[in-house]
T-cell receptor, first 112, second 109 residues
Framework: NAGVTQTPKFQVLKTGQSMTLQCAQD?????MSWYRQDPGMGLRLIHY???????DQGEVPNGYNVSRSTTEDFPLRLLSAAPSQTSVYFC???????????FGPGTRLTVT | TQLLEQSPQFLSIQEGENLTVYCNSS?????LQWYRQEPGEGPVLLVT?????EVKKLKRLTFQFGDARKDSSLHITAAQPGDTGLYLC?????????FGRGTSLIVHP
């Protein structure tokens, strides 16, 4: 099992550009989520999904879109990148009714 | 939204020392998890505590859950450089969990 994979590992964008961060898991987990991690701020939930076709907003959803067409994949889209979106992004998954989350290795995004 | 306060924010110690980090909330935890995050990687689960007063041990790490389920602590005995990382506590259910801001630990050889 690869667990949770994320691509790319690093990305630099210019203000106004759009891009998609990829996340995939091979554990057949229903629940998937996206976090951003900023210095001194901990992990903040952006969006989450409880299954294919179902998504909902987390704590900081503005500027981001998600979709969940399959159980395995949960991409995060930045519509028009802003410097405030410079951060490290983590995708995570967990099985229904389980507390533990499995995290991917992260994507470090810089917006100039 | 449940707020989690972690302390201390930073900790720099020598190999062999003991340390304790804390996670506190003003409201009751349904459950609490501790994660460790190494530089450049995602967090990895260390333990889940559910019952008030619960104590769990993982080699040199001891986790305690307060009787009132509003606080938790992580104690490391004889810290090693491999313990270096960011320690995060997390509360809540699976849908919208809350993370503390973490304790950044550096263990010097």
């Amino acid at each position: 099992n690869a667990g949770v994979t994320q691509t790319p590992k690093f990305q630099v964008l210019k203000t106004g550009q759009s891009m998609t961060l990829q996340c995939a898991q091979d554990m057949n987990h229903e629940y998937m989520s996206w976090y951003r991690q900023d210095p001194g701020m901990g992990l903040r939930l952006i969006h989450y999904s409880v299954g294919a076709g179902i998504t909902d907003q987390g704590e900081v959803p503005n500027g981001y879109n998600v979709s969940r067409s399959t159980t395995e994949d949960f991409p995060l889209r930045l519509l028009s990148a802003a410097p405030s979106q410079t951060s490290v992004y983590f995708c995570a998954s967990s099985a229904p009714g389980r507390y533990e989350q499995y995290f991917g290795p992260g994507t470090r995004l810089t917006v100039t | 939204t449940q707020l989690l306060e972690q302390s201390p924010q930073f900790l720099s110690i020598q190999e062999g020392e003991n340390l304790t980090v804390y996670c506190n909330s003003s409201s009751v935890f349904s459950s609490l998890q501790w994660y460790r995050q190494e530089p450049g990687e995602g967090p990895v689960l260390l333990v889940t505590v559910v019952t008030g007063g619960e104590v769990k041990k993982l080699k040199r790490l001891t986790f305690q859950f307060g009787d009132a389920r509003k606080d938790s602590s992580l104690h490391i005995t004889a810290a090693q450089p491999g313990d270096t990382g960011l320690y995060l506590c997390k509360s809540g259910g699976s849908y919208i969990p809350t993370f503390g801001r973490g304790t950044s630990l550096i263990v010097h050889p």
